[in-house]
């Protein structure tokens, strides 16, 4: 039997402003697929069981997303995060936690609702991300085999390309700090851009040879916060329901 619990704590709220994480539909400490383009599949790090990717579908920690050529997925997370996976990528979601939370606490718009540690990890391809205000004690950060790009409320890109063996952080708004294997935080405003180059040797292991920043020009910003606007558009375009109480689904045949 599988049992899908889904929680919808709008109380009036309206559904575009999906900051409020609450809005996302989501039961705390949850994340589901949102828009799917093209051939995506998914597999269950417990279980090694690999599936195709749907749109609306809820997953566990660890699931590990590939998309195709030509192919997307969005994951929403209760958090009020959204995180666009671009094509030929590869993300792991290794972490999200969250503290419970409830329909008080929504009237904060523009901020998650409770504490949440979030980590992606990208092997390869692009994760475009935006990201609620967070609380000070929370973390969202997209980490790639040369460091992490942390943020505190933003909207961002991380392409990392294991063949050409580059790293790009580019932030559309807010503020992004990369930080390196050895500690090295390297901070990227709004508007900028870090490319990071690389080599392996036979160990391994993994040396940044080169750091050029530079701006992003005004085009592109567009289409980063483009790529995520579409996601959001498409949710506040979803119904509202205002349940008494949660509400669970037996889907089974």
Same mark, same amino acid.
């Given at each position: 039997? *599988?049992?899908?619990?889904?929680i ?10 999906? #900051?409020?994480?609450a ?5 705390p400490n949850?994340?589901r697929s #949102?828009?799917?383009t093209?051939t995506?599949?998914w %597999? ?6 690999? *599936? ?10 660890g699931a ?8 997307s997925?969005?994951?929403?997370? #209760? ?7 671009? &094509?030929?990528s %590869?993300v ?5 936690q969250q ?8 009237? #904060?718009?523009?901020a ?11 092997? *390869?391809?692009?994760?475009?991300s935006?990201?609620a ?5 929370s973390n ?5 085999p040369?460091g ?13 390309d294991?063949?050409n ?9 807010g ?7 050895d ?8 508007g900028?851009?870090i490319?990071?180059?690389?080599e392996t040797?036979d160990?391994g292991?993994?040396?940044v040879t080169?750091?050029?920043a530079?701006?992003?020009p005004?085009?592109?910003? %567009?289409?980063?916060?483009g790529?995520?606007e579409?996601?959001?558009? %498409? &949710? ?18």
């Amino acid at each position: 039997m *599988k049992l899908i619990a889904r929680i919808i704590a709008l109380l009036g709220f309206v559904a575009f402003a999906l #900051s409020a994480s609450a809005a996302t539909g989501l039961a705390p400490n949850t994340y589901r697929s #949102s828009t799917v383009t093209g051939t995506v599949t998914w %597999q269950d790090s417990a279980t090694g069981e690999s *599936k195709a990717l749907v749109a609306d579908q809820l997953l566990p920690i660890g699931a590990i997303i590939n998309t195709a050529e030509a192919s997307s997925a969005a994951l929403i997370f #209760s958090s009020g995060a959204t995180a666009l996976i671009g &094509e030929k990528s %590869q993300v792991i979601v290794s972490k999200f936690q969250q503290e419970l939370f409830g329909s008080d606490l929504v009237k #904060s718009s523009g901020a998650e609702p409770s504490v949440s540690d979030t980590e992606l990890l990208l092997n *390869k391809g692009t994760v475009t991300s935006r990201v609620a205000k967070l609380k000070p004690k929370s973390n969202y950060s997209v980490r790639t085999p040369i460091g992490a790009a942390g943020v505190r409320g933003t909207t961002y890109q991380v392409l990392y390309d294991s063949v050409n063996k580059t790293l790009r952080v580019a932030t559309a708004e807010g503020k992004v700090v990369f930080r390196t294997p050895d500690n090295v935080e390297l901070p990227v405003d709004g508007g900028k851009d870090i490319v990071l180059t690389f080599e392996t040797n036979d160990a391994g292991e993994i040396t940044v040879t080169s750091t050029v920043a530079g701006n992003i020009p005004p085009a592109e910003m %567009q289409v980063i916060n483009g790529l995520v606007e579409a996601v959001l558009r %498409q &949710e506040a375009a979803l119904p509202v329901i205002v349940p008494n109480q949660l509400i669970l689904s037996d889907d089974t045949p």
